[in-house]
């Protein structure tokens, strides 16, 4: 079972190491043999290629061929899927492993956001662009006993999680921090307003004092692993 292929007109070259490579990145799940809102994705790796100046006008033409090698390699199951694309090179990279579920107890350690004096850089929103930050701020956010980082702005606000977005449940309200300076969350977009809606809430945008999360409940949320409850260490 070959659980790594390329994609794209470059797809014959041979790939380098994703990690290694400021990239335009994204992981989506596959339910049953389906990708979720594959679309979607595709398009969050296109707008990271316009931003590195390389369009990639053939990037939805692979989808047929996508959806082909899951069906063969993965017949109606569940897995991950990370895609790369390598918009100078012509060609996205995709790779397949075990779905992850959420991290439950999800304990979230406080910390400086590495990105705060770049967080007006065009390239923020854009997933894989800024380098391996959300790595780095996970591995430490372990070191210190928890599952993920709960990343602040130097005015103590709440921005995102090293691998997701976050909203606060308050007096009704889910609080969703600004967009400035955060990667930009299809699961916010695409899965929040209906969750919000089943649970009676009214989404909002504002800055979230660390200080407030307190009074609320926290929620992580990201395409991967959708939403899950999170609380400090």
């Not at 799940?29 to 100046?53: D, N």
């Not at 009214?202 to 991967?224: E, F, H, S, Y």
Request: aromatic share 6%.
């Amino acid at each position: 079972m070959n659980l790594e292929l390329a994609f794209g007109p470059g797809a014959t070259v041979r790939p380098p190491k994703p990690a290694e490579d400021r990239l335009p990145r994204t992981a989506l799940p596959i339910r049953q043999g389906q990708p979720r809102h594959l679309e979607s994705h595709l398009t969050r790796l296109q707008s990271g290629a316009m931003v590195l100046g390389h369009p990639t006008p053939w990037l939805f033409g692979i989808q047929a061929d996508l959806l082909r090698w899951l069906e063969a390699v993965l017949p109606g199951q569940d897995a991950a899927l990370r895609l790369i694309l390598h918009p100078n090179l012509g060609y996205v990279f995709a790779r397949l492993e075990a779905l992850p579920g959420p991290l439950r107890p999800c304990r979230l350690v406080p910390m400086a956001h590495p990105l705060a004096e770049g967080r007006s850089d065009p390239a923020a929103p854009h997933k894989g662009l800024s380098g391996p930050w959300a790595a780095l701020a996970w591995a430490e956010a372990h070191r210190r006993g928890g599952e993920d980082a709960l990343l602040l702005w130097p005015d103590g606000t709440l921005a995102e999680t090293a691998i997701a977005a976050v909203g606060l449940e308050l007096d009704g309200l889910f609080l969703l921090p600004p967009p400035e300076g955060r990667v930009a969350s299809l699961a916010e977009r695409l899965e929040v307003p209906s969750w919000a809606a089943g649970r009676g809430l009214r989404i909002d945008q504002a800055a979230i004092p660390l200080t407030r999360v307190p009074k609320g409940r926290l929620w992580c949320m990201n395409a991967l692993r959708g939403i899950w409850p999170a609380i400090l260490l």
